[in-house]
């Protein structure tokens, strides 16, 4: 039954089996300080196995250490992809990988090469996953210690955010559930933002900056990314900046080390690790739109975070740009883009935008919420970013189940669930006449 399945099937099904686990673990008398109820219990499961980090529970105050533990691993399980996780394992224990299981990996990491490389490429990245989450949990548990928690309490603290940085996930276990008294805190903001940058750059390009030591040279690929999200970073940087430099509840006030900390912070956080060091509800509109914006496009492909991706990002521009100079081609550092890459583009560019405006549109009827925080929110789940202008809490069920299926969906990625649901289909070995029709 499980060799017929696609890649794409086996992937969305590996992520709903991890859910489902996920939702028993929580539902365990020892997960919970008073029990949680099974809705609860499937949210956070949804978001923990997602990496996005809405809760309709205070974390602190509802979960014991196991159960944060066990967010821990499905987490970790979520970020790295549950299809290469699995792989490694066998790896590890000694296990024969099958062809197919290779084939679902390179899927799931992009990678055309051979299977063989898909090997290298499992290790390197394991490699690069256990050593930054290391050097974070590192930093952060020095940090975390110094503020007062604790040798024993700092030190998990400190492993747990790493993970959760790295993963891109957006829980916070600390007192208070939120990382609002360490926006000054250079030491902890650095930790953080470095890993949520590292594991939001995605796996091919790590490793291509692993290399570059060697022969010097990066892809199309890793150049498109790190272009683009350094880009998306200066937006975020001056759009918090400049907004609310003097907003009483956020920004203004606090020293001028500390508004840039918080700048950075907020701008590298909505991509889409969904961490705070200020009160979203108190921000401004005109922040809160580009923030939306930046947890709409994401991070990387093959990375641990969602959205639309800076590289399809970028693709959008430079078709636009083709266009304006009239041009036929889409060509980049001297190298030409496919033209299928185009209409991949588009189409996660529409069904994303579909899916967002359907389900804020859905939200607002059903729990009479406004078009920016419902927007905010809707968008916030299908990037896996976990920020929200506190309503998730207040969430009907319906509410609930439809930001858990947009979490799902944003962690799966639109085109890969339409084609796990596609039924296989011929190529036809026929040709009809081509005609255009009139566009804008």
Not at 21 to 42: E, M, Q, R, S, Y
Not at 202 to 214: A, C, N, S
Not at 219 to 242: D, E, Q
Not at 373 to 385: D, M, Q, Y
Request: with cysteine; charged share 10%.
């Amino acid at each position: 039954m499980l060799g017929r399945l696609s890649a794409s099937r086996l992937i969305v099904y590996g992520f709903l089996a991890l859910m489902v686990v996920g939702t028993t673990l929580l539902k365990l008398p020892w997960a919970t300080k008073d029990g949680i109820p099974l809705v609860d219990a499937l949210f956070v499961a949804v978001s923990c196995g997602t990496v996005t980090g809405l809760s309709t529970v205070a974390i602190p105050g509802t979960f014991t250490h196991f159960g944060e533990i066990v967010m821990m691993v499905l987490i970790q399980l979520g970020g790295l992809g549950i299809m290469t996780v699995t792989t490694l394992a066998a790896l590890l224990v000694g296990q024969r990988v099958g062809f197919r299981r290779l084939l679902t990996v390179q899927e799931e990491t992009e990678n055309a090469g051979s299977p063989r490389n898909t090997l290298r490429l499992l290790g390197q990245i394991a490699k690069i996953t256990f050593a930054v989450e290391l050097l974070g949990a590192v930093a952060l548990s020095i940090g975390f210690i110094g503020a007062g928690l604790g040798f024993g309490e700092g030190v998990f603290q400190g492993v747990f955010h790493a993970i959760m940085a790295f993963c891109n996930s957006g829980f916070a276990t600390l007192p208070g559930d939120d990382l609002f008294p360490y926006a000054g805190n250079w030491l902890v903001v650095g930790a953080l933002v470095c890993t949520i940058t590292l594991g939001g750059l995605g796996f091919p390009v790590l490793v291509d900056l692993y290399h570059y030591r060697e022969d010097h040279r990066l892809s199309v690929h890793s150049k498109v990314v790190l272009i683009t999200s350094a880009a998306l970073v200066i937006v975020g940087v001056l759009s918090v900046a400049l907004l609310e430099w003097t907003n009483p509840h956020t920004l203004g006030g606090e020293s001028l080390s500390t508004k840039a900390a918080m700048s950075l912070f907020q701008a590298v956080t909505p991509r889409t690790a969904g961490f705070q060091t200020v009160s979203y509800p108190e921000m401004r509109a005109p922040t809160l739109v580009v923030q939306t914006v930046l947890m709409f496009v994401g991070t990387a492909p093959t990375s641990t975070g969602g959205g639309i991706k800076v590289t399809t990002l970028a693709l959008v521009v430079l078709i636009v740009v083709a266009q304006v100079r009239g041009q036929d081609r889409i060509t980049l550092f001297w190298r030409t883009l496919p033209r299928n890459l185009v209409a991949r583009a588009l189409s996660v560019l529409a069904l994303a935008s579909l899916l967002v405006l359907m389900s804020t549109l859905a939200l607002m009827i059903s729990d009479g919420l406004g078009l920016l925080p419902a927007l905010f929110e809707v968008t916030s789940a299908f990037g896996t970013v976990g920020l929200s202008l506190d309503v998730t809490p207040t969430l009907s069920t319906f509410g609930k189940i439809l930001i858990s299926v947009v979490m799902f969906l944003g962690r799966v990625g639109p085109i890969t669930f339409v084609v796990a649901l596609a039924a296989r289909q011929r190529t036809p070995h026929y040709k009809y006449p081509e005609e255009e029709i009139a566009i804008g």
